[in-house]
């Protein structure tokens, strides 16, 4: 029988929640068990393993030795005239610091995954600045939870238990009868079961919703006609208002109901003057529900490296930003990169098909613990540790508080930091040799 250990509070990166309270139980080269992870955070542990049979890198589907590969991407990336370096979000801080060095030496495109996710959220964020706080705070001081174009009972399984709504706090002793949850979403998803309020919004009208919100509050004169356009009546808005003035401290979760539909970053940039101005009432904050492991991690180095989220373009030797010039999705469908590298991420899989296909037609490289529908079509794949579990470093709460990872596998595959590593070394020789 093999050996058995226990890893405690290891760190759950499969969404933004990134629970930091896990125990796992390895068995040999499996985890057997991840006490207190949710039904997504126990798939993500329980489906690794330290697999040594196949090979750590290929080059056209065709196993070689890791130097022969690193040599063979350096070579594509230093020699590409306009090259793409996409994702970031699955990885650790460290291969993300790593990834905006390659970007800068080879002029390249650098843009993560929030570009197609809560890309409009950093948008409103330089426009009208964000009142916010840790999850911490929350857990022990908001009285008023609202859940915004969100779902977090499907996406965010422990966010409720953990963060928000149950647990008990220092200025909320007893938990859920301390705390008022209202839900405004375009349906009733699973989350309105654990919401004392849920308000129906006409879709494409958060916009709307959230500017006459700011109108009420500020005791203005609102047309009843246009404001009922959005699917909720004056009355229920007003008892909103009173709600939010009432708390001791509110809160606003929002995440993509907001940032993937019409009005995008205008909906985000409305919803946190709403959080902002309310702040002369009472205590508010807002905080983006963010999906992947690190992707806040991944804006957060962008920008204490760049001065910039994502969209980040190096080509005239120092960094531009262009939300909708240099993302990823727009570059590949006006097929204007010659070589991509795509950093934890699965594009094939995720992007429009005009977008797909170039990326089918140049040569990518794919750095990824996991053969997905990306490195199907790769000319060069390095086969990484998963990070977290197999590969150390820091990582970034939704709520952009560091975490330390504390790996539970030994693994036979380099991390994603290394490979970077050795891809920056790799071309500053042949550039600059």
């Not at 197609?116 to 857990?139: I, S």
């Not at 007893?174 to 008022?180: L, P």
């Not at 989350?191 to 509050?217: H, M, T």
């Not at 934890?344 to 750095?367: K, Y």
Request: glycine content about 8%; some cysteine; aromatic content about 8%.
């Amino acid at each position: 029988m093999a050996d058995r250990r226990e890893v405690k509070n290891a760190v759950c990166t499969f969404c933004g929640c990134t629970c930091d309270d896990i125990d796992l139980v390895v068995e040999g080269d499996h985890i057997i068990k991840a006490k207190r992870a949710c039904a997504l955070g126990e798939a993500w542990f329980l489906n690794h393993s330290a697999d040594k049979d196949s090979p750590a890198a290929e080059v056209g589907r065709t196993a070689v030795p890791l130097e022969d590969a690193i040599t063979e991407a350096a070579q594509l990336l230093a020699g590409a005239r306009y090259p793409l370096i996409y994702g970031l979000s699955n990885t650790t801080s460290e291969a993300q610091r790593l990834a905006v060095r390659l970007a800068e030496l080879t002029g390249a495109n650098l843009d993560t995954t929030s570009s197609v996710c809560h890309g409009p959220t950093d948008l409103a964020l330089q426009a009208v600045g964000k009142v916010g706080c840790t999850l911490g705070e929350v857990k022990n001081r908001a009285d008023l939870v609202i859940y915004w174009g969100c779902n977090p009972a499907e996406a965010h399984p422990r966010h409720f238990t953990r963060y928000a709504v149950t647990p008990k706090g220092e200025y909320v002793p007893n938990g859920r009868r301390d705390r008022t949850v209202i839900l405004v979403d375009v349906r009733k998803t699973a989350s309105a079961k654990v919401a004392d309020l849920f308000i129906p919004i006409k879709p494409g009208k958060d916009f709307e919703l959230a500017q006459v919100l700011r109108a009420l509050a500020d005791d203005r004169p609102v047309d009843k006609t246009l404001a009922e356009e959005t699917g909720v009546s004056l009355a229920v808005m007003q008892d909103l208002i009173d709600r939010m003035k009432r708390a001791k401290y509110g809160v606003i979760f929002f995440g993509l109901g907001l940032t993937m539909t019409r009005g995008k970053h205008q909906n985000v940039a409305a919803l946190l003057a709403l959080v902002a101005e309310f702040n002369r009432f009472t205590r508010f904050t807002g905080i983006p529900m963010r999906g992947h492991g690190n992707v806040t991690g991944a804006d957060v180095v962008l920008t204490w490296q760049t001065g910039y989220p994502f969209a980040v373009n190096f080509s005239r030797g120092y960094p531009r930003y262009g939300p909708g010039e240099f993302t990823a999705v727009d570059l590949l469908v006006r097929r204007e990169v010659d070589v991509a590298l795509v950093l934890a991420s699965d594009p094939m899989a995720t992007f429009p098909q005009a977008a797909r296909e170039h990326l089918g037609r140049i040569p990518t490289i794919v750095v990824d613990p996991k053969r997905n529908a990306t490195a199907q079509i790769a000319r060069v794949y390095f086969e990484t540790a998963p990070y977290g579990i197999s590969s150390p470093g820091i990582i970034y709460r939704m709520d952009e508080v560091p975490l330390k990872l504390r790996p539970a596998l030994p693994s036979p595959f380099p991390s994603d930091q290394e490979v970077l590593s050795r891809l920056c070394t790799r071309v500053e020789e042949l550039k600059y040799a």
